[in-house]
Nanobody
C-alpha cells in the first residue's frame, strides 16, 4: 500500500508562484511514475507534469515552461514549482503514483490552488 500526501497549495495573485510537494510512504515500487494532475470545477482531471523513477519528465502543453517538476529520492517526494500563475491555473492539484508498466495507481487527497487578484 502507498500513501500520498500533498501540500503547498494556497491563494496567490496572478503572476505569483507556489511550490507543491507530494510525500509518498509505504511500499513504493522500484519502477514508478509520479505525476501532478489538476481538476477545476466543471472540468475533467488533466495531467500537469509527470516524472519516472528513471528521471524522464513530461509536461502538459499548457505549462509553457512555467512549471518544473522534480523529485527527492531520499525523501520519496515529488515537487512542482509553479511560476507565473494565472487564473486559469486555479484547480485542485492531485499527486499520483503508478507502478510501471501497469496502469492506474494511487492518489492523494489534493491541495487547492487559487489564483486571483
Amino acid at each position: 500500500q502507498v500513501r500520498l500526501v500533498e501540500s503547498g497549495g494556497g491563494l496567490v495573485q496572478p503572476g505569483g508562484s507556489l511550490r507543491l510537494s507530494c510525500a509518498a510512504s509505504g511500499r513504493i515500487p522500484a519502477l514508478y511514475v509520479m505525476g501532478w494532475y489538476r481538476q477545476a470545477p466543471g472540468n475533467q482531471r488533466e495531467l500537469v507534469a509527470r516524472i519516472t523513477s528513471g528521471g524522464t519528465i513530461r509536461y502538459a502543453d499548457f505549462v509553457e515552461g512555467r512549471f518544473t517538476i522534480s523529485r527527492d529520492n531520499a525523501k520519496n517526494t515529488v515537487n512542482l514549482q509553479m511560476n507565473n500563475l494565472n487564473p486559469e491555473d486555479t484547480a485542485v492539484y492531485y499527486c499520483n503514483l503508478a507502478r510501471l508498466p501497469l496502469p492506474g495507481g494511487y492518489w492523494g487527497q489534493g491541495t487547492q490552488v487559487t489564483v486571483s487578484s
